[in-house]
């Protein structure tokens, strides 16, 4: 699976911009007892995956969140995209929340939140659900992250 991260602009003065993203590639090696057996039950990227950027804000107190979905994936009977926040960045502010996967879905689900401007905060991602019954070939989603003034 591939996944491809955009980010814009809230329609306040903070700006979101979130870098990187990841690819699972699940073969024979990742089957848990060897040929004829099922898949592992989940497969996580590394902590970093995802960098996110928080800036524009009116300084320390400025409240915001984040929010996250997904768009463009077939859907794929019981399988089940995550992420969570593995850091809290650096900056003039605070970030809180989102450090255990939060399901992605199709519309827009609250991640984590802070405030201030904050720099590198890492991204986690996790797939669950994927079995030996899953036809084989690429599966994609695109990652969109948005941040709302609070």
Not at 86 to 102: Q, W
Not at 131 to 137: E, H, L, N, R, Y
Request: charged fraction near 15%; proline fraction near 2%; aromatic fraction near 8%.
């Amino acid at each position: 699976m591939a996944f491809l991260i955009l980010s814009g602009p809230s329609a306040y003065a903070v700006d979101i911009y979130a870098a990187g993203g990841c690819n699972f590639i699940i073969d024979s090696s990742c089957l848990v007892g060897g040929a004829g057996s099922d898949l592992m039950k989940s497969f996580e990227s590394k902590l970093d995956a995802t960098v996110i950027n928080i800036t524009g804000t009116g300084g320390s107190g400025d409240a915001w969140q984040v929010r996250v979905r997904k768009s463009g994936v077939s859907k794929l009977h019981g399988v089940t995209l995550y992420v969570k926040r593995t850091g809290d960045g650096s900056g003039s502010g605070i970030v809180s929340g989102g450090s255990s996967y939060v399901a992605v879905e199709t519309s827009d689900t609250d991640f984590f939140e802070g405030s201030g401007d904050m720099t590198d905060i890492t991204v986690q991602y996790k797939v669950s659900g994927i079995s030996i019954s899953v036809p084989p070939g690429n599966y994609s989603a695109t990652i969109i992250f948005t941040v709302v003034d609070r």
